[in-house]
T-cell receptor, first 112, second 112 residues
């Protein structure tokens, strides 16, 4: 089944404890992206990747890192999480230049 | 910055009624898409309309696009309780590759 998977789905952590949220797609998509969703703000793009080893900042990259060593994986790294990074995070992917993005199920992160 | 702004923020209707949601954007676009999100889940693509199109239909969905006003509307006819969800518009700008910019969403509640 074609899908985007994220792990973990739920995470509660404490300020400053490094964490990684994984994202994987099995559709051979070149483009992958991370969004965060907050009440009243909709979805805001954090980082995106056009292909392996090609990443770029989105609208709200501060406090986040990404890597794209393999085509199927696009992990989101929070080196030192803070409470303002408490949010619902979505990974998405698409073929290069394609119009439609496919979304993962979301990761709900709480930073205490 | 958010490209799309949607109104209303919330809409509550009775089953069988039509639901209309609006989206406005600021810059020239290549296409505009509507996505649906069930509570706490990932977004699912519904329909896409290109900048040279004015209206598009898909089942009970009707999308219009007015590029002179930089606005779009999504009409759901004969609504059902299962249509209860958040609806987001997303714009793809020219020369933006695969990047989409999302609006803040409209929360639709269809009461049985």
């Amino acid at each position: 089944e074609a899908q985007v998977t994220q792990n973990p789905r739920y995470l509660i952590t404490v300020t400053g404890k490094k964490l990684t949220v994984t994202c994987s797609q099995n559709m051979n998509h070149e483009y992958m992206s991370w969004y965060r969703q907050d009440p009243g703000l909709g979805l805001r793009q954090i980082y995106y990747s056009m292909n392996v080893e090609v990443t770029d900042k989105g609208d709200v990259p501060e406090g986040y890192k990404v890597s794209r060593k393999e085509k199927r994986n696009f992990p989101l790294i929070l080196e030192s999480p803070s409470p303002n990074q408490t949010s619902l995070y979505f990974c998405a992917s698409s073929l290069a230049g394609a119009d439609t993005q496919y979304f993962g199920p979301g990761t709900r992160l709480t930073v205490l | 910055s958010q490209q799309g702004e949607e109104d209303p923020q919330a809409l509550s209707i009775q089953e069988g009624e039509n639901a209309t949601m609006n989206c406005s954007y600021k810059t020239s676009i290549n296409n505009l898409q509507w996505y649906r999100q069930n509570s706490g889940r990932g977004l699912v693509h519904l329909i896409l309309i290109r900048s040279n199109e004015r209206e598009k239909h898909s089942g009970r969905l009707r999308v219009t696009l007015d590029t002179s006003k930089k606005s779009s509307s999504l009409l759901i006819t004969a609504s059902r309780a299962a249509d209860t969800a958040s609806y987001f518009c997303a714009t793809k700008m020219r020369a933006s590759g695969s990047r989409l910019t999302f609006g803040e969403g409209t929360q639709l509640t269809v009461n049985p």
